[in-house]
């Protein structure tokens, strides 16, 4: 595998591409004699949900339209996740269900992509027994789809195409859908070198490659411009941002050249690794208010034992340095994490040590999953792994440690009035919104009858009221009730309108 730079140069070719499909796919709708329409369905990471994003701005530039919920797409991409196991399972399990849709429409194109497209017994195993699928490709070929697209359309042969080496596209040049009109998504590096014994992404996704800052800055202040009120910094292990590049700037100077730029209220960053993190990184946090109160620090094992087998690169010792001069330097956060349970090898003494570390960092929430043999990676191999039933009693153990904790977090946070970015209605009423405090809790709230938005009365419980007009407005809430994994407040006033 070896890193390879597309340069603006060598998009041009993608333009001249997307200009041939674009007639192509017109003329392809008169013969089907309606809009041609996609659909992206997206497992896994928000790397994940980025890559899909940019998939979605490759369709809409050769002129198909998203399919509505009710409507079957003439061309569906499904991008794929393989951390663990159940996430493969998933994929196999629903592939069959686009058969009919394409006996019915047979000019339908199917593509398999992702993650597990890295695999290259997954390949195999599409080429053989799911003829109906058209085309594979690997997360780092999306600014290939065009080609792909192409050699399809004018071959009409399946195309699997996925490369071996890692690119490193211009970015700024290539088309984004932005999925939320307030939110947007910005790598600013891919893969991972950490390999950790356990984990499948340095395979999947290559070694770090770090987008230029210049690069990185020049789109934060034009997405700030276009008004996204949030951003969210993404990358495998974001703390190593920059370090294969020769003179480029430390991740906590891009958060704090971020955080200048006018017109974010929310920075994000994801995911950060516990031996990268340096204590720039929440020091600039404490200076910049427009920095998420947030830090997720996936810890995996408490236990120095566990972590070593995992390659970690820290004990406790250093984890809990790091998470208590997060909680020392800024109180009013969150901090949130990663565990596994049932690592090969992994004793109840290692377990406790895990359970310890929880209750001393009292964090706000957490990711908890059992450990899941992947294919190719080191733990793969370890002889003594863990008995199901074993695993099973130790994440119950956890997760009820971990719920209370959870619980008690919200409940520190009933009776303030926190700022709220709407997100839209929530899952729970129409009539009930959704947000995110500034410490990423999220918020389920109402807005009492009758308060003023742009000079009119709100009336949640009318069968007019459109809960998506919030969508991006910041506002102020009351948090009334704590719930298990959310808060529930009431709105006192819209910030801006
Ligand atoms: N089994 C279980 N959990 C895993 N993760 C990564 N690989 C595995 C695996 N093989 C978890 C880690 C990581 C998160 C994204 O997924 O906790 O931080
Ligand atoms: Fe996987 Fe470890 Fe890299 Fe995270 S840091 S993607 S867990 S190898």
Redesign the pocket.
């Known amino acids: 595998m070896s890193t390879v730079i597309v340069s603006q140069d060598e998009l041009l070719r993608y333009n001249s591409l997307v200009s041939k499909l674009k007639n192509r796919i017109a003329e392809m709708g008169i013969e089907a004699g309606h809009t041609l329409v996609y659909h992206v369905k997206t497992y896994g990471?928000q790397l994940n949900e980025s890559d899909s994003e940019k998939i979605e701005g490759i369709l809409r530039d050769i002129g198909l339209s998203e399919a509505s919920e009710d409507q079957d797409p003439d061309f569906l991409i499904l991008n794929t996740c393989t951390?663990?196991e159940n996430a493969d399972v998933r994929l196999f399990g629903n592939l069959g269900a686009y058969k009919p849709m394409k006996k019915q429409n047979r000019n339908m194109f199917i593509a398999v992509c992702g993650c597990m497209m890295k695999q290259p017994e997954n390949v195999e195993r599409i080429k053989k027994s799911f003829p109906y699928v058209d085309a594979c490709f690997g997360p780092s070929d999306i600014h290939l789809l065009p080609e792909i697209l192409d050699k399809k359309l004018s071959q009409r042969k399946r195309v699997f195409s996925v490369s071996e080496e890692d690119y490193l596209v211009d970015d700024n040049d290539m088309p984004v859908e932005r999925k939320r009109k307030f939110r947007a998504l910005v790598p600013i590096m891919y893969g991972c070198n950490n390999f950790?014994t356990?984990?499948?992404v340095p395979y999947t996704r290559g070694r770090e490659r770090s987008r230029s800052s210049e690069q990185i800055l020049k789109q934060l202040s034009d997405l700030a411009n276009e008004g996204f009120k949030e951003v969210m910094l993404l990358g495998q292990n974001v703390n190593s941002y920059g370090n294969d590049k020769e003179g480029e700037i430390s991740f906590a100077q891009l958060l704090e050249e971020t955080a200048k730029i006018p017109g974010f209220s929310r920075i994000r960053f994801m995911?950060s690794h516990p031996k990268d993190i340096s204590p720039e990184v929440i020091y600039t946090m404490k200076k910049y208010p427009n920095i998420e109160r947030h830090l997720h620090l996936?810890m995996?094992s408490g236990s120095s034992t566990v972590l070593k087998r995992m390659n970690r690169h820290y004990d406790q010792e250093q984890y809990l340095k790091t998470a208590l001069l997060f909680r020392k330097e800024l109180p009013d956060a969150t901090l949130t994490t990663?565990?596994?349970v049932g690592f090969p090898g992994e004793t109840e003494e290692d377990f406790q040590a895990t359970l310890d570390v929880v209750e001393k960092c009292r964090f706000d929430s957490a990711?908890t999953?059992?450990?899941?043999?992947?294919p190719g990676?080191k733990a793969a191999s370890y002889e003594d792994q863990i008995p199901q039933d074993v695993v099973t009693e130790r994440f119950g153990r956890l997760l009820a440690l971990q719920n209370d904790l959870t619980f008690k977090s919200n409940e520190s946070v009933v009776g303030k009035t926190e700022e709220i970015l709407i997100e839209g209605k929530s899952a729970t009423a129409p009539d009930i919104l959704t947000g995110r405090t500034n410490s990423n809790r999220l918020v389920n709230f109402k807005i009492p009858k009758g308060t003023l938005y742009k000079g009119k009365a709100i009336d949640a419980e009318s069968p007019d009221f459109d809960a998506d007009q919030f969508e991006g407005l910041l506002a102020m809430v009351k948090i009334l009730k704590a719930k298990p994994y959310s808060v529930e407040g009431e709105l006192e006033s819209f910030i801006d309108e």
């Open positions: 990471c951390i663990r950790c356990y984990c499948v995911t996936p995996q990663d565990i596994i990711f999953f059992q450990y899941s043999r992947r990676t």
